[in-house]
């Protein structure tokens, strides 16, 4: 007689159950969602908007870290650019890793040999060295 109840009270209730198990692994979706597939989203969104607006002009840098000025836009998918001073290549959009600089017009960034060399700062001037036995005595090495 005991037995037949506590058959009775293990079949019943399957539904909440169910669900119970079901809500971890909803749960592990949404934070999935959040913190990897919809900032992938907006990267690959942000890529491709890059992309659209390459014109000719612009510094770029493509996938293998070549640094090269386009001169061409020949269509969707493909670009010339400029390398060096007569060296061009064709390269497909996609490879574009970055924009370094937005250009007006080809021959305004040809115009001088300045617009190749990066913009660094001026040197600092030297301190003035002393020698170990000055800076101890208070002389200093002339």
Known sequence: MFITEAWAQGAGGGGSDFLVQLFPLVLIFIVFYFLLIRPQQAKVRAQRE?????????????????????????????????LADGVRVRIIKATITDILTRGESVRGAKDSDEDDKPMLPPPAPAPERKSLLGSLFGGGKK
């Not at 640094?67 to 493909?78: A, F, P, S, W, Y």
């Open 50 to 82: 890059m992309l659209a607006g390459v014109k000719r002009g612009d510094r770029v840098v493509t996938g293998g870290g070549i640094i090269g000025l386009v001169t061409k836009v020949i269509g969707d998918n493909e670009l010339q650019v400029e």
